[in-house]
């Protein structure tokens, strides 16, 4: 069972909004670098944002200035604003968290715990 929770995706249209949220009912993320990332089939895995526990945040330049992650660290979640969607926007969106730092933090293969994902799809 993976240790984070995604939900918020779904279906809309170009030029629309969507909030994701990533989750834990098990374990306090607090402390940890948390991250978005995204993926297409037959594609390699996108790094879309990250967020120190501090609330520093780096953001792909694909999405940059549509889309913000902040957290709140209260509520042990994390989120994903998304504006001003695209269909190059359609992906599966998985949350990320890695207990180390935010460097490099776009290799998804840094980080260590995931989420099942939650589809996005831009209609045109």
């Known amino acids: 069972q993976e240790p984070l929770v995604e939900s918020g995706g779904g279906l809309v249209q170009v030029g629309g909004s969507l909030r994701l949220s990533c989750t834990s009912a098990?374990?306090?993320?607090?402390?940890?670098?948390m991250g978005w990332f995204r993926q297409v089939p037959g594609k390699e895995r996108e790094g879309v944002a990250a967020?120190?526990?501090?609330?520093?945040?780096s953001h792909a330049d694909s999405i940059k200035g549509r889309f913000t992650i902040s957290r709140d660290n209260a509520k042990n979640t994390v989120y994903l604003q998304m504006n001003n969607l695209k269909p190059e926007d359609t992906a599966m969106y998985y949350c990320a968290a890695r207990q180390d730092s935010c460097l490099a933090w776009d290799m998804h293969q840094l980080w260590r715990d995931w989420g099942q994902g939650t589809q996005v799809t831009v209609s045109s």
């Open positions: 098990g374990y306090n993320y607090a402390t940890y670098c």
């Open positions: 967020i120190t526990s501090e609330g520093y945040t």
